[in-house]
């Protein structure tokens, strides 16, 4: 099994050089089916690494470089169930963007596969690596891919746009988090995260560890969109074509809060364990913000990506809080949702996708009604609404209903309520747009959404490549959101995720292993799980209502709301020197709460 | 071994973002970006520097030499080539948004916006 471990890295890059170096030469075919194999043998690998995993964590050294009377030279991989639950995730990603993406980018042959395989290599490589530089280096390899593929359709406006955006601002972040790294190599001489951990165990919180935990925890933060890092995201993930984007919203952001995480727990819980209180206020914090300002901007979105973009940053908030909790139940229901979570959105953005090509637009108004003919995405696209509204009991619900557990049992009485306005506004948002798309509800305009834009290059998908039907699209959204729903019946999976959680967080030590105890869902998790699709499907009704009297009290209660929500759109401004400035003042926030918290009650 | 070096190092991170935020043309912010990312090659190795140090290569030299870290250094070139691809990466967008809007704005042509 340990031979297995490399491989999930190697396959995948070892194909994409062959098809840099000879797809040119072979039919395109050949190379669709090439790339749609090797996602699967990668598929099949990261499966049977999730499953050796559940016993005990997998430990492989590259070249043979084991630790010498505890000194630590060599790069290690080490599989736990989290990770291998996220390369998983993104293997699948993969998958389902091959499949969609059949015989789409004709006229450039095989770039596309290539860079998706690379990015593949890169995630899987993220989600194992047991060091800290080499967590670095797939950084960087996923995040220059992304911007590749995020610029593919270099020949128009808004990818360009969202290219700049998202390659200036993550790269801002990699600067942090190489300084954080330096900062901790030059403390310890190690880069193994658990060496590192050991070293640090029994040391106080010092101004140089603050600082390199903000810079390193923020950097991920970037990655993972966390307000006030998020601008980037909804540029970037709106502009790029529709197969990349499944990936980047369902893997590449959910990574940025493992690297979080996994940060946290293998190096930093123990200089900061006394400071817990505070860490968990900021995470909180930052958790919470998120998740109120992406489900806001979500609604006020008329552009589908757009939207779905505004929903995974909201979404990531709701991760973030369960992590926040710094508590092993908590963590195993964002792990159980991210997972659920992120299938969902991959098949929602790739839902988008299959519009923009069969009826050329990706608006909510310009769509409206003309999505009659195509009954089963509207169906599947409905289940993904009421799936990010967490309906009970599937995926997504059995994720936030640990993550509502682990809540009271903190006392963060507030946490269940937020979690309740993110879902049914993203939910709401997405039952809104399929009600107006598939069944032609709603006004044909509503000036409280952000302004269409210069329609000219509005379809970023291509003008109806040859030979493919709607069926072969339709398929792998349909597979992405049943799977997401899906994760929920996976035989024991709350006490699995508990599982790993608690290996998780111990990782380090391993000596205090206590078994996981058994969580189970409270009622009051069923209500806000059915209170949140409740509320998304009244949303959704409240917007699309022409009832008289119903859409006029919804009127009015838009104008007052008009000032703020220009507010927003403006925050929102697209230029890349305000989100770097963004980006300076939660850095410098972060750390400086961190240090006035931290250090002075260091003597 | 003087504190010279990482007061530099911050220094160029401070101009390199200044530059950042402050650009109206993406050839120059690509070199802000540059300018900023130089400033983590002079912060690993001022940290692996040693006073006195040889350069990490031990052929007709007795290993109990002090030598400055190699690690280090590796870090440093792995670092010079994500910037280097970056800096690729981004001109080449350049080329492509003055193509277009004939202009190197970044706020040109803005057609993301709330």
Request: aromatic share 10%.
């Amino acid at each position: 099994m340990h031979a297995l471990v490399p491989l999930p890295v190697i396959v995948p890059l070892a194909a994409a050089v062959v098809i840099a170096g000879f797809g040119k030469f072979v039919h395109s075919r050949l190379v669709d089916l090439g790339a749609i194999l090797v996602a699967l043998a990668d598929a099949v690998i990261t499966v049977m690494l999730l499953l050796a995993s559940l016993g005990h964590s997998l430990t492989y050294w590259y070249g043979g470089w084991q630790p010498v009377h505890g000194l630590t030279i060599g790069i290690a991989f080490v599989v736990q169930p989290f990770g291998a639950a996220l390369a998983v995730l993104a293997s699948l990603g993969t998958l389902a963007t091959l499949i969609f993406s059949y015989r789409y980018f004709e006229e450039v042959g095989a770039l596309f596969h290539m860079l998706v395989l690379v990015f593949l290599g890169a995630m899987c490589g993220f989600a194992m690596t047991g060091d800290l530089f080499n967590l670095f280096v797939f950084f960087e390899l996923m995040s220059v891919t992304a911007f590749a593929l995020t610029a593919y359709r270099s020949d128009e406006a808004a990818p360009l746009q969202g290219a700049v955006n998202f390659t200036v601002v993550n790269t801002v972040a990699a600067i942090l988090i190489l300084f954080g790294m330096g900062l901790l190599y030059g403390r310890t001489d190690a880069l193994n995260m658990a060496a590192i951990g050991r070293q640090l165990a029994h040391v106080g919180a010092d101004p140089l560890l603050v600082m390199a935990f903000a810079l390193i925890t923020c950097g991920y933060l970037v990655k993972a969109a966390v307000v006030p890092f998020h601008f980037w995201l909804a540029d970037a993930y709106a502009a790029a074509p529709a197969p990349a984007a499944v990936l980047f919203a369902a893997v590449m952001s959910d990574l940025g809060l493992y690297a979080v995480a996994e940060i946290y727990w293998t190096i930093f819980d123990g200089p900061f364990g006394q400071h817990a209180n505070l860490i968990r206020g900021v995470l909180l914090t930052l958790g919470m913000l998120t998740a109120m300002l992406g489900a806001v901007m979500s609604v006020l979105q008329r552009k589908l990506k757009r939207l779905l973009a505004f929903a995974t940053i909201s979404h990531i908030g709701l991760f973030l809080l369960g992590i926040g909790l710094l508590d092993n139940v908590g963590l195993a229901g964002a792990i159980v949702y991210l997972c659920a979570d992120g299938l969902v959105k991959g098949g929602l953005f790739l839902g988008a996708g299959v519009l923009a090509y069969r009826l050329g637009s990706g608006d909510e108004f310009d769509l409206r009604g003309r999505g009659s003919g195509l009954p089963v995405l509207g169906t599947t696209m409905a289940l993904g609404g009421l799936a990010l509204a967490t309906l009970p009991p599937f995926g997504t619900f059995v994720g936030k209903g640990l993550i509502e557990d682990a809540a009271a049992e903190a006392g963060a009485w507030w946490l269940p309520w937020t979690l309740l306005f993110a879902e049914v506004l993203t939910g709401g948002a997405v039952l809104r747009a399929t009600g107006r798309i598939f069944l032609g509800l709603g006004a044909a305009a509503d000036p409280e959404l952000s302004e269409p834009q210069d329609d000219e290059d509005e379809d970023d998908e291509p003008e109806n490549p040859p030979g493919r039907s709607a069926t072969l699209m339709t398929f792998p959204v349909v597979l992405l959101v049943v799977g997401g729903l899906l994760v929920g019946f996976i035989p024991h999976v709350a006490d699995r995720a508990a599982d790993a959680a608690v290996r998780f967080v111990a990782r380090p030590t391993l000596l205090d292993h206590t078994a996981a105890q058994s969580p189970h869902l409270s009622t009051a998790a069923y209500l806000f799980g059915a209170g949140a699709c409740a509320g998304a499907l009244a949303f959704a009704f409240l917007s699309l209502t022409r009832i008289r009297r119903v859409s006029a009290a919804r009127d009015r209660g838009a104008e007052w709301l008009r000032l703020p929500v220009s507010v927003l759109h403006g925050l929102h401004s697209g230029h890349v020197g305000d989100y770097v400035t963004w980006l300076v003042v939660g850095v410098t926030s972060v750390g400086a709460a961190c240090l006035l918290g931290m250090t002075h009650v260091v003597p | 071994m003087s504190y010279l070096p990482y007061v530099v190092a911050v220094w160029l991170l401070v101009v390199g973002l200044y530059g950042v935020v402050t650009s109206r043309n993406l050839v120059h912010l690509t070199q802000c970006l540059a300018v900023a990312q130089s400033s983590s090659y002079l912060l690993l190795l001022a940290i692996g520097f040693r006073t006195g140090g040889i350069a990490p290569v031990f052929s007709g030299v007795s290993t109990g030499r002090k030598a400055v870290d190699p690690i280090v250094q590796a870090l440093t070139l792995t670092d010079v080539v994500v910037s280097v691809t970056i800096s690729g990466l981004l001109l080449a967008i350049s080329v492509q948004v003055f193509k277009r809007h004939h202009s190197l704005d970044p706020a040109a042509g803005r057609e993301m916006q709330g």
